[in-house]
């Protein structure tokens, strides 16, 4: 009966239909290959992070153990590398929130987490050991805010980002996602007594939870 | 994938879908678009025209239905005064002093339906044409839709409708609205699925009026009257070269009314005639019902997930709101996370198919220019979704009635 109806000119409906189905395919696959192309340059860009980081770490031992060259030399390379995995942050994010077909970046995002451990803790090092007043700003925020949380968070990280572009090397900005279960961060929480997601440590000595404004943080970073 | 995003790629799988079926008849067709069968004979036919506070109107619409090129002892033209209160009915019964083709019918008030039913019963012609009496026909538009009526399985032929007045910004719009609807209604021709026969000017088979007529509960009789011919399993036909020209409201209060009835009275069809979904051995059952349902449907659902994105949006900015007054310059930080998706892809392919869809409708109107399209299908075409939420409020408060005077 169908075909009885749908023969003649109504062949129409299926070739419309056929072309409509290779045309969705097509922007199925562009899209796809858009969100592998994103999701490829995180894990590519996480590979040479870790490389830059173990780099960075043997400078540290270097500097630690026989006590040559220039402190400086080592802080510079911190901060820069502090600066490109901020950077690279903001980038994994957006790629997260406009991502719609390929898995979230859950365990790319926990190796960044880790590393940037690693780095709040080789700063805290370089920190004492070179005597030069850089102040760490660890900004501590939550993975899965709810929608307030969510508004809150954006803010505090706008600020952070204006005081690091005002302040430059003076600051090394490590925004970490505090509830990604990571034994590492919870036990750094523990030990600066951070209970609430969004909080701010700064220099290891001050927590402030929840929103500042630019002013009210600069006073810690005089 | 989410459910949201299973949702966006459905709505863009049924819009792609429909823009190609209309696309590939076009491009089958492009060069028939204005063929019309030429009448072997010309049967008697009854101008029917129903008048409710029509003074502004009347005596030009009746002028145009006389001056059209026909032989002259082959046509009628009734008026049915449906209660007016104005001078609806001298105008008409001096006008009848000079010809003696019109005839009058009196009644009380009881709706458009109602009044070409009575029209009906005293209609003499083996065809009935409908007009409105704020429509003008053009002097050859019946000779172009008469020959459809010799194939003996045509029940209705309608016309393209066209504006009259293009001044302001909404009539300037309407009259590409109007000129995209008719194309799209001659595309669909060629499927035989014509699924309205307009006001203006319809021409109707007369023995299938007198078996069922209009249906006064129906705002949009001349809808309603399409579906239950096809339901019937005759075809409906439209001749793209019969004009008739129309007065558009000027003001968008009148527009919103008169778009209002039109939902309300699709809403009130569709589900009238749900039954026939799959049901019938034409494409009515397989098509019409089922494209109109999920047209309507589509609207619905595209106008929820843009009002969820917006809002959502707003709801976030507005909970940053309290952190104004602690020295947050929220309004440094709005901004919109764009990047290439496969929805976007989706989308963009949607967009640009559209634009070609009214490109081409447009193609032999006088107002064509590129910016033009654009603001029809960014700013004119999303006002379609304001009589639609209002007239499913209506329906809701079971508020059914005519809405334009």
């Known amino acids: 009966m169908v ?20 045309l969705l395919s097509v922007g199925f696959s562009i899209g796809l290959y858009f969100e ?52 690279e942050g903001l980038i994994i994010q957006k790629y997260e929130d406009i991502n719609q077909i390929t898995e979230e970046l859950l365990l790319e995002k926990k190796r960044y987490v880790l590393l940037k451990t690693e780095l709040w803790l080789n700063s805290i090092i370089l920190k004492e050991r070179c005597k030069e007043p850089f102040h760490t700003v660890i ?84 | 994938m989410d459910w949201l995003t299973i949702i966006y790629f459905i709505m863009f799988f049924f819009g792609i879908y429909f823009l190609f079926i209309f696309l590939i008849i076009y491009s089958k067709y492009r060069k028939q678009l204005y063929d019309y069968p030429t009448p072997s004979r010309f049967p008697f036919v009854s101008f029917l025209i129903p008048a409710y506070n029509e003074e502004d109107s009347i005596e030009n619409a009746i002028n145009a239905i006389l001056k059209v090129s026909y032989p002259q002892n082959k046509k009628e033209v009734i008026v ?78 309608t016309s393209r409708v066209l504006v009259k007045n293009k001044k302001n910004f909404l009539e300037k719009f309407q009259g590409i609205d109007y000129a995209v609807i008719a194309w799209g ?25 007198r078996q069922f007529g209009f249906d006064p509960k129906n705002v949009t009789e001349d809808i309603e009257v399409t ?30 009314n008169q778009r209002v009835r039109w939902n309300l009275g699709g809403l009130q069809t569709i589900y009238k005639y749900r039954r026939f979904v799959f049901r019938t051995n034409n494409l009515f059952g397989y098509f019409v019902v089922p494209y109109v349902s999920l047209a309507f449907f589509l609207a619905l659902v595209g106008f929820f997930l843009f009002s969820r994105f917006l809002l959502k949006k707003i709801y976030f900015y507005a909970l940053s709101v309290p952190l104004i007054f602690r020295g947050y310059n929220i309004f ?74």
Request: glycine fraction near 6%; hydrophobic fraction near 40%; aromatic fraction near 12%.
């Open chain 2, 227 to 256: 579906w239950h011919i096809l339901s019937e399993g005759y075809k409906t036909r439209m001749s793209y070269s019969a004009e008739v020209y129309t007065s558009t409201p000027t003001k968008l209060k009148k527009w919103i």
């Open chain 1, 36 to 87: 592998s192309f994103r999701t490829s340059k995180v894990i590519q860009g996480y590979k040479n992070f870790e490389v830059e980081a173990l780099d960075l770490k043997l400078q540290n031992y270097y500097f630690q153990t026989l006590n040559k060259g220039n402190c400086m030399v080592a802080l510079e390379e911190n901060i820069n590398f502090a600066d490109r995995l901020y950077d």
């Open chain 2, 185 to 209: 209604r001659k595309i669909l021709d060629y499927v035989n699925s014509v699924y309205v026969t307009n006001g203006p000017l319809s021409l109707y088979r007369g023995k299938l009026l």
């Open chain 1, 3 to 22: 075909y009885k109806i749908m023969k003649g000119n109504t062949f129409i409906f299926f070739e419309a239909l056929l072309i409509t189905l290779v």
């Open chain 1, 139 to 222: 900004y501590l925020y939550s993975n899965t805010p709810g929608q307030a949380k969510e508004a809150e968070q954006e803010a505090i990280s706008n600020v952070l980002k204006d005081i690091k572009e005002k302040k430059g090397n003076q600051v090394i900005l490590i925004p970490i996602a505090g509830d990604m279960e990571l034994r590492a961060i919870d036990l750094q929480m523990k030990i600066y007594n951070i209970t609430y997601l969004p909080s701010i440590l700064i220099d290891e000595k001050y927590v402030l939870e929840g929103f500042h404004n630019t002013e009210e943080i600069e006073k810690y970073l005089k």
């Open chain 2, 80 to 157: 049915i005064n449906d209660g007016s209160k104005d001078n609806t009915r001298k105008i008409v019964e001096w006008l009848m002093r000079k010809n003696h083709q019109i005839r009058l019918i009196n009644k009380e008030n009881s709706g458009k339906a109602d009044s070409l039913n009575q029209g009906i019963k005293k209609a003499r012609g083996e065809l009935i044409a409908v007009t409105d009496a704020d429509s003008y026909p053009s002097r050859d538009a019946l000779k172009k839709m008469i020959g459809y009526f010799e194939d003996e399985n045509v029940g209705a032929v």
């Open chain 2, 332 to 405: 440094r930080y709005v901004s919109f996370n764009f990047g290439l998706t496969f929805l976007l892809v989706l989308g963009m392919i949607f967009f640009s198919l559209a634009l070609i869809y009214y490109k081409l409708a447009l193609k032999d109107y006088e107002n064509k220019k590129i910016i033009n399209i654009l603001i029809y299908a960014l700013i004119y075409r999303p006002l379609y979704i304001l009589p639609l939420l209002i007239s499913i409020y209506k329906l809701f408060r079971g508020d059914i009635r005519w809405y334009t005077k």
